[in-house]
C-alpha cells in the first residue's frame, strides 16, 4: 500500500506563488496516477490536477489551468504542485492521493493528511 505525505502548505498573499510536495512511501510508486485534491470550507471537494504514473500525462481542474502545473521525480518518489498567480479562491487543504486502477479517475484512495494552503492579503 502506499503511504503519502504532503508538504510545503502556508500563507500566500494574492498573485502570490507556492509549490507542494507529495512523499510517498510503499509500493511501486511508478506506477501510481497521484491527483491533488483541495477541500475549501462551504465547498465540495475538487480535483485540482492528476499525473500519470510515468509523468507524461496530466489533466487539471479548469480552475487550475494555466496556473498550476502537477509533476513528478519518480527517482525522489514525490509529486509536486507547483501554484502561480494564486487566487483567495484557491484557499483550502490540498491532499495527495493515489488515483484507483493507476489512473487519473474520480475515485482516489491511500490519502494523505493533507496540508493547509490560505490566499489572503
Known amino acids: 500500500q502506499l503511504q503519502l505525505a504532503e508538504s510545503g502548505g502556508g500563507l500566500v498573499q494574492p498573485g502570490g506563488s507556492l509549490k507542494l510536495s507529495c512523499a510517498a512511501s510503499?509500493?511501486?510508486?511508478?506506477?501510481?496516477?497521484i491527483g491533488w485534491l483541495r477541500q475549501a470550507p462551504g465547498k465540495e471537494r475538487e480535483r485540482v490536477a492528476c499525473?500519470?504514473?510515468?509523468?507524461?500525462?496530466?489533466e487539471y481542474a479548469d480552475s487550475a489551468k494555466g496556473r498550476f502545473t502537477i509533476s513528478r521525480d519518480n527517482v525522489e518518489r514525490t509529486v509536486y504542485l507547483q501554484m502561480d498567480n494564486m487566487t483567495p479562491d484557491d484557499t483550502g487543504v490540498y491532499y495527495c492521493?493515489?488515483?484507483?486502477?493507476?489512473?487519473?479517475?474520480?475515485?482516489?484512495?491511500?490519502w494523505g493528511q493533507g496540508t493547509q494552503v490560505t490566499v489572503s492579503s
Open positions: 510503499g509500493h511501486a510508486f511508478a506506477n501510481s496516477a
Open positions: 492521493a493515489e488515483g484507483r486502477y493507476n489512473l487519473c479517475t474520480d475515485a482516489y484512495d491511500n
Open positions: 499525473v500519470s504514473g510515468g509523468g507524461l500525462y496530466t
